[in-house]
C-alpha cells in the first residue's frame, strides 16, 4: 500500500501544489520552513482530519493550518492499495460557527464514489488516528518517542478483535458492571436481587396487616358520613353570608366607579386651565416654552456680557498718560544711531580735542626751537636764517590753527551737554536714556490705544449682531423694542424671561395636577380593570339585603367564625377521606398480594442464574486477554531487536518490550548481565530504539493485509552517518510492496543512498 499522488489546493502555507510518488523510499528535500512538516500534517488531515484541540499550550492543529485569506482547507491523495487506487478528497471550510467536514472516496478502477467511509485513515489503514501518530508517523516536533501506556490497550484490541474499538477492558468493565448490578460482590444489599429480596419479604408483611386495615376503614367511613352532613349545613350558612359579603364588596367597587368619574372630571379641568393659558400666551401660532426662555436668557447674557466688553474696550484710563520728552532730543538721539552713537560721538570729540592740543603745543616748541636756531645762528647761516625764521612762523600759524580747532571740539562737547542739559558725562548719557526710554513707551501706548481701538469696534460689531439676533428672537413672540440700544433690548429680554418663567410655572402646577389626577385614576382603573358599573350596579339590586355601614364590622366577624368552622370541618373530612385513601391503599387483595410474590420469586431465580453466568463469562475474558499480552510482548521483543540489532551494527539486540510498550535493553559487562531502560542511553540511540518500535508495530499491523506507508518528518538528525545508511536500508526492506516518506531538509540521505549498493528503488524529489 503506498500513495501515488498528493495535490494540495490549500493548507498551511502550501497551496496549489502537486507530488506525484512511488513505492519504496520517496525523499523530499527542502529548506526549513518551506513546508515539509505541513505536507507530513497534510497527509493526515486527507486520513483523520484536523483536531480543534489545544494540547500543551500549542494552538489547535485548525488554528494552525486553515488559511485566513481562504478559511479552509482542501486537497486529494491517491492511494495505491495493490488490486485497487482510491482517490481520497477532503475539505474543511468554515460553515456557520464552525467548520464543515467533507470527505469523498472515489474508486478509481470503476469511477464510482464509495459511499459511507466517515474515517478514511481507519477503513484504509485498519487503526485509529491514535495509533497510526504513535507508529508510522514520526513527527519533527516529537523525535521518535511515544508514550507507549497511550496507546497499549489500542493495540491489544487491534490485535485480539481486529477492531480498535472493541476494546477488552471496557468488556471486562461492562460484565462486572452487570454482575455487580445482581448482586454486588461485597454484599453491600444495592443489587437487584437483593432489591428483590427486600420486595418480597415487604409483601409478605402487607398480607399480613391487610385483615387490620380493613377494620379501620369501616370506622372510618362512619365518621365521615358525619362531617359530610356539618358540612353541608355549613355550606348554606356561608353561602347566605356571602351574598351579604359580595353586596359590601360591590358597594366598594361602585363607590370606586364614582371616584373614577369624579377624578376624570378634575383632570379635564386642569387640562381645560392649561389650554386656556396656552391659548392667551400664543402669538402668531408662537407659545413661548421654557427652551423659548433659557434661549432668550442666553442671548441676554451674551448681550449683557458684550457690553460689559465694550466698557471694557472704551476704557483707556490703564493705559498711562503720554510720556513729556523733547521730539528734538529724540530726533537728534535717532540721527546719531541712539545712545551708542551718542557715547561714540561724545569719545570722538574728546579724542579730537586732545590731538589738536597736542598738536598745536608740538608746533609751538618746535617754532621756538626754530627762532632760538636762527637768532644764535643768524650770522652762520646768512639768507638761511630768513628761511628758518619763516619755518617758525609757519609752525606757529599751525599751531594757531590746531588751536582753534582743539576749542571748537571742546565747544561741541560744551553745546553737546547743553542740548541734553547736561553737566557731565553721566548725566548726559542718563538722559539719552530717559529720552530713548520715553520714546519707547509713547510708542508702546500708541500701539495699545490703536489696538484698543481695534477691540472696541470688533466688540461694537458682535453687540450689533447680538442685539440684532436678540431682536429677531424677541419678535417671534411678538415683542418689539423702543430702540435698538442694548439696555433697551436688555430690558425686553429680561422682562419676556420673567413672563415666559411664570407662564412655564403655571402650566408646571396644571401638569403636576393633571400627573397626580391621572397617577391616582390609573391605580383605580387598575382596581376596576374587568368590572363593567351596569353589570355591578344590577348584581348590587339584585341582592336582598339593605347594606349597612355600621353592621360591616359584625358582619365581617360572623363570616370569619363560619369561615373558620367550614375549613375545621373540611379540613377534618379532607383528613378522613386521605385516611381512608390510605387504608384503602394498603387493604391489598391477598390473592394479588400472593399473585405478586409469585412473580418476584421467579425473578430471583432468573437473576441468580445470570449472575452465575455474568461471573464465569468475566473470568474467561480475563485469562484470554492475559495469555494475548503475554503472546504479543514477546514478539514485539523480537521484531524491535532485530531491527535495533541492524540500526547498531549489532550492538544492542536484546531488546525488551512490556506489555505497555515500554522498552529495555540487556548487555554484557565484565562477565555480568545487566538490564536497563532505553531512556540511558544516547539521544540518537533512543530514536532508533523507537524507530524500531514503531516499524516492528507497523509490521505486525501489516501482517493481515498491506502495509502502512511510513512518514519521517526530519527523524534523522540526530543519527551519524553509519546509523542513518543503516536506518536507510532497513527503510528499503520494510518499503518493499509499501512505502517509506522521507522528509529532510539537507541532501544527506541522498548521498548516502548512492552509496548503498543494490538499493531497490528511490524517489527523490525537492520540496
Not at 477492531?163 to 471486562?172: G, Q, Y
Request: with cysteine; hydrophobic share 35%; aromatic share 8%.
Amino acid at each position: 500500500m503506498y500513495i501515488e499522488n498528493i495535490k494540495i489546493g490549500n493548507f498551511g502555507k502550501l497551496s496549489n501544489r502537486e507530488f506525484d510518488l512511488t513505492c519504496g523510499v520517496n525523499i523530499l528535500e527542502g529548506r526549513n520552513e518551506s513546508g515539509k512538516s505541513t505536507l507530513c500534517e497534510f497527509i493526515k488531515f486527507v486520513f483523520y482530519g484536523l483536531s480543534n484541540k489545544s494540547l500543551g499550550g500549542e494552538m489547535s492543529e485548525r488554528k494552525r493550518h486553515i488559511s485566513w485569506k481562504t478559511n479552509g482547507v482542501s486537497g486529494s491523495i491517491v492511494l495505491n492499495c495493490g488490486e485497487k487506487c482510491y482517490r481520497i478528497e477532503r475539505s474543511m471550510i468554515a460553515h456557520g460557527a464552525g467548520y464543515k467536514d467533507e470527505i469523498t472516496v472515489v474508486d478509481l478502477e470503476k469511477g464510482s464514489v464509495s459511499e459511507g467511509i466517515k474515517n478514511p485513515g481507519e477503513y484504509f489503514f485498519g487503526v485509529p488516528e491514535e495509533v497510526f501518530t504513535k507508529t508510522v508517523y514520526i513527527r519533527q516536533n516529537e523525535g521518535a518517542y511515544f508514550n507507549g501506556g497511550d496507546i497499549g490497550q489500542a493495540v491489544e484490541n487491534i490485535f485480539y478483535s481486529a477492531d480498535e474499538s472493541i476494546n477488552t477492558d471496557k468488556a471486562l468493565k461492562k460484565l462486572d458492571d452487570a454482575r455487580v448490578m445482581i448482586r454486588h460482590k461485597k454484599n453491600t444489599g444495592r443489587g437487584m436481587l437483593d432489591s428483590l429480596e427486600r420486595e418480597r419479604d415487604e409483601l409478605t408483611e402487607r398480607l399480613i396487616a391487610a385483615r387490620q386495615v380493613n377494620e379501620s376503614i369501616m370506622q372510618n367511613e362512619s365518621s365521615l358520613g358525619f362531617a359530610v352532613s356539618a358540612v353541608e349545613k355549613n355550606k348554606k350558612d356561608c353561602e347566605k353570608m356571602e351574598a351579604q359579603m359580595r353586596k359590601t364588596e360591590l358597594h366598594y367597587l361602585l363607590s370606586k366607579f364614582a371616584e373614577k368619574k369624579k377624578i376624570e372630571k378634575q383632570i379635564a379641568e386642569f387640562e381645560r386651565g392649561e389650554k386656556q393659558v396656552v391659548e392667551a400666551m400664543t402669538f402668531d401660532g408662537f407659545f413661548p416654552t421654557r427652551e423659548y426662555g433659557e434661549e432668550l436668557e442666553k442671548a441676554q447674557r451674551e448681550v449683557e456680557f458684550l457690553v460689559k466688553e465694550l466698557d471694557s474696550a472704551s476704557d483707556v484710563s490703564d493705559c498711562g498718560e503720554a510720556a513729556g520728552y523733547s521730539k528734538e532730543q529724540a530726533e537728534y538721539i535717532e540721527e546719531q544711531g541712539g545712545k551708542l552713537g551718542i557715547s561714540e560721538l561724545l569719545d570722538y570729540l574728546k579724542k579730537q580735542k586732545k590731538r589738536f592740543l597736542f598738536v598745536g603745543l608740538g608746533l609751538i616748541a618746535l617754532g621756538v626751537i626754530l627762532a632760538c636756531v636762527a637768532i644764535i645762528y643768524s650770522n652762520a647761516f646768512g639768507n638761511m636764517g630768513r628761511f628758518l625764521y619763516m619755518g617758525g612762523t609757519v609752525l606757529a600759524l599751525s599751531a594757531v590753527v590746531s588751536f582753534v580747532l582743539s576749542h571748537r571740539a571742546k565747544n561741541k562737547i560744551y553745546n553737546l551737554f547743553d542740548f541734553f542739559e547736561a553737566e557731565d558725562e553721566e548725566s548726559l548719557m542718563e538722559a539719552v536714556s530717559k529720552t530713548e526710554a520715553a520714546e519707547s513707551y509713547d510708542r508702546s501706548r500708541a500701539e495699545l490705544l490703536k489696538y484698543r481701538e481695534l477691540q472696541k469696534n470688533e466688540v461694537q460689531k458682535k453687540l450689533s449682531v447680538s442685539i440684532s439676533s436678540a431682536c429677531t428672537l424677541l419678535e417671534k413672540w411678538g415683542i418689539v423694542p423702543e430702540n435698538l440700544t442694548a439696555d433697551a433690548v436688555i430690558g425686553c429680554m429680561n422682562d419676556a424671561v420673567s413672563d415666559i418663567n411664570e407662564i412655564s410655572n403655571n402650566i408646571d402646577i396644571y401638569r403636576k395636577e393633571i400627573e397626580k389626577n391621572e397617577a391616582v385614576l390609573s391605580v383605580v382603573a387598575q382596581q376596576l380593570q374587568g368590572y363593567d358599573e351596569k353589570v355591578l350596579k344590577e348584581e348590587y339590586d339584585s341582592i336582598e339585603f339593605d347594606f349597612d355601614p355600621d353592621a360591616q364590622t359584625e358582619l365581617k366577624k360572623r363570616f370569619d367564625f363560619v369561615s373558620k368552622a367550614k375549613e375545621s370541618l373540611l379540613e377534618k373530612v379532607s383528613t378522613l377521606e386521605k385516611t381512608l385513601v390510605e387504608l384503602k391503599s394498603k387493604s391489598d387483595d391477598v390473592s394479588n398480594i400472593e399473585s405478586r410474590l409469585q412473580g418476584v420469586n421467579e425473578r430471583i431465580k432468573e437473576l441468580e442464574f445470570k449472575h452465575e453466568a455474568y461471573v464465569l463469562a468475566y473470568e474467561k475474558l480475563q485469562k484470554a486477554g492475559a495469555n494475548l499480552r503475554n503472546k504479543l510482548a514477546p514478539g514485539l521483543s523480537l521484531a524491535s531487536g532485530k531491527l535495533m540489532a541492524g540500526l547498531t551494527d549489532g550492538k544492542y539486540a536484546q531488546i525488551g518490550v512490556s506489555d505497555n510498550l515500554e522498552m529495555t535493553y540487556t548487555f554484557e559487562d565484565e562477565g555480568s548481565v545487566y538490564t536497563k531502560t532505553i531512556d540511558s542511553v544516547s539521544s540518537g540511540t533512543q530514536d532508533i530504539a523507537y524507530i524500531s518500535l514503531r516499524l516492528a508495530l507497523a509490521e505486525m499491523f501489516g501482517s493481515s493485509g498491506e502495509k502502512l506507508p511510513v512518514v519521517f518528518d526530519e527523524s534523522f538528525s540526530r543519527l551519524d552517518n553509519i546509523r542513518l545508511k543503516n536506518m536507510l536500508i532497513i527503510a528499503d526492506r520494510y518499503a518493499e510492496n509499501s512505502q517509506v516518506l522521507i522528509m529532510t531538509s539537507h541532501n544527506r540521505e541522498a548521498e548516502i543512498i548512492s552509496d548503498i549498493p543494490n538499493f531497490k528503488n528511490v524517489n527523490l524529489l525537492s520540496l
